[in-house]
């Protein structure tokens, strides 16, 4: 069966940088997109990005495109989503999802919290 | 940035009740119009991919359906596990965006 399970919850400093995983299993990893969405506390879905693990290739919002890269490795199907220069606004439930265009499996979520 | 605007932003339905829910986007978006369902403390669930494509294994009282800017999510006869939030999201130009989301309720 398809799954996506995420690393574990952390606590990051204003300024520093975050690093989530997404580990696959159960299709083949490069004949998907894989993205990440992001959800505020008490707020919406926010589309941060995806990422081809066939080609590498990766697309970001545009408010977010300077302080993130999204990669994948393919020898442990897992991709990875870094965001820098962390900002208190930046504290969320992260998203790994398969799909490039509808997320049909999601993972279990990474809660990230940002204070100074 | 194509924006995706809900309506209702919430609402309060009995169980049985027929429930329609409306995305507009900013700009034509054709059919690439999806539908998630998510629950608290859950990752969402998508439940209608290209604007009326029932995702399998969802319930056949979800249906799609719009094309363009406007869109509808119906809920034939609501259930008790319907109690949720539900989101629009585009996939017809980056970024993706969803929109705001409309929270359905027990009445």
Redesign the interface.
Known sequence: QVQLVQSGGEVKKTGASMKVSCEASGYTFTAYGL?W?RQAPGQ????MG?ISPYTGNA?Y??NLQDRVTMTTDTSTNTAYMELRSLRSDDTAVY?C?RG?????Y????TLVTVSS | ?IQMTQSPSSLSASVGDKVTITCRASQSIST?L?W?Q?KPGK????LI??ASSL?TGVPSRFSGSGSGTDFTLTISSLQPEDFATY?C?Q?YS????????TKVDIK
Not at chain 1, 106 to 109: A, E, M
Not at chain 2, 43 to 46: E, G, S, Y
Not at chain 2, 94 to 101: A, K, L, V
């Open positions: 993205s969405v919406g879905l926010e589309w995806w697309n919002a545009q998203y999802a490039q265009y509808f997320f049909d999601w993972g279990q979520g | 940035d690439f999806n998630y998510q990752a969402p669930k998508v991919y290209a995702q989101y999201q996939s980056i970024p993706y965006g969803f929109g705001q989301g």
